[in-house]
C-alpha cells in the first residue's frame, strides 16, 4: 500500500462548479498536509499548508484535514478556467523525525470549461 | 519571499555526456534541499536529500554514481547527471527547506527539463 493515494481524475468540470479533491493516507505520524498546484511543465507551487486536523480557507479554496480518518480533501470553490492544472496533494511528519520528508500523491488532473 | 530557482530551464544532451542542474534558493538559507524526478502524468519522485556539507542521501534505487549531489552553501545543490541516456530524459524539480525552522513548507523550483537523445 501506497503511503498516500490521490485519485489521478482526470477531471472536467464547467465553470463555476464546485470542485473536491481528496487524498487517504495510511501512516498516522503526518502532521503537516500540503496542496500544490502544478500547471503543465511547471514547479509545483503550495496552495495551502495544513497543520494536525481542521479547516483551513484562503479566498477560494478550503482546506480540510480528518486525522482521525486519515483524509484529506481541498474544496475549489467557483471554479475559474485558470483553475486548470494538477494538483498535488503532500504530507509529512515532524522533521525531526524519520519522516522528515514529503510524501505526495499521485496527482489529479483538472480541467474547468468555461 | 521564498524563492527557488533552477538553471536550466532546459536542455538537450547527446547520449553519453553529463549534465548539471543547479537549484539556489534566492532569498533564504536552506541546509537541506530536495532532488525528484517526474515523468508525464505522473507525481513527483524523490530521489534523494541533499544536505549542506554532508553526502546526499539517496532513495532506494536511485544510482548515486549517476546522479551525483553536491550541496556546497546554504543556497545552492547542483545535481549532475553523468553519461546521460534517453531513459534519463525527465522533469527534474529541486525543492528546498527554509533553515530558519520557521516552518516545515518546501519550496519549489521551476524545473529543468532534460531530454537525451
Known amino acids: 500500500q501506497k503511503e498516500v493515494e490521490q485519485d489521478p481524475g482526470p477531471l472536467s468540470v464547467p465553470e463555476g462548479a464546485i470542485v473536491s479533491l481528496n487524498c487517504t493516507y495510511s501512516?498516522?505520524?503526518?502532521?503537516?498536509f500540503m496542496w500544490y498546484r502544478q500547471y503543465s511543465r511547471k514547479g509545483p507551487e503550495l496552495l495551502m499548508y495544513?497543520?494536525?486536523?481542521g479547516n483551513k480557507e484562503d479566498g477560494r479554496f478550503t482546506a480540510q484535514v480528518d486525522k482521525s480518518s486519515k483524509y484529506i480533501s481541498l474544496f475549489i470553490r467557483d471554479s475559474q478556467p485558470s483553475d486548470s492544472a494538477t494538483y498535488l496533494c503532500?504530507?509529512?511528519?515532524?522533521?525531526?523525525?524519520?519522516?522528515?520528508?514529503?510524501?505526495f500523491g499521485r496527482g489529479t488532473q483538472l480541467t474547468v470549461w468555461p | 519571499g521564498a524563492v527557488v530557482s533552477q538553471h536550466p530551464s532546459w536542455v538537450i544532451c547527446k547520449s553519453g555526456t553529463s549534465v548539471k542542474i543547479e537549484c539556489r534558493s534566492l532569498?533564504?538559507?536552506?541546509?537541506?534541499m530536495f532532488w525528484y524526478r517526474q515523468f508525464p502524468k505522473q507525481s513527483l519522485m524523490l530521489m534523494a536529500t541533499?544536505?549542506?556539507?554532508?553526502?546526499?542521501?539517496?532513495e532506494q534505487g536511485v544510482e548515486k554514481d549517476k546522479f551525483l549531489i553536491n550541496h556546497a552553501s546554504l543556497t545552492l545543490s547542483t545535481l549532475t547527471v553523468t553519461s546521460a541516456h534517453p531513459e534519463d530524459s525527465s522533469f527534474y524539480i529541486c525543492?528546498?527547506?527554509?533553515?530558519?525552522?520557521?516552518?516545515?513548507?518546501?519550496?519549489f523550483g521551476p524545473g529543468t527539463r532534460l531530454t537525451v537523445l
Open positions: 525543492s528546498a527547506r527554509d533553515a530558519s525552522g520557521r516552518s516545515d513548507e518546501q519550496f
Open positions: 501512516n498516522s505520524a503526518f502532521q503537516y
Open positions: 495544513t497543520y494536525s486536523s
Open positions: 503532500a504530507m509529512s511528519a515532524p522533521r525531526g523525525s524519520t519522516l522528515g520528508r514529503l510524501y
Open positions: 532569498d533564504f538559507q536552506a541546509t537541506t
Open positions: 541533499s544536505n549542506e556539507g554532508s553526502k546526499a542521501t539517496y
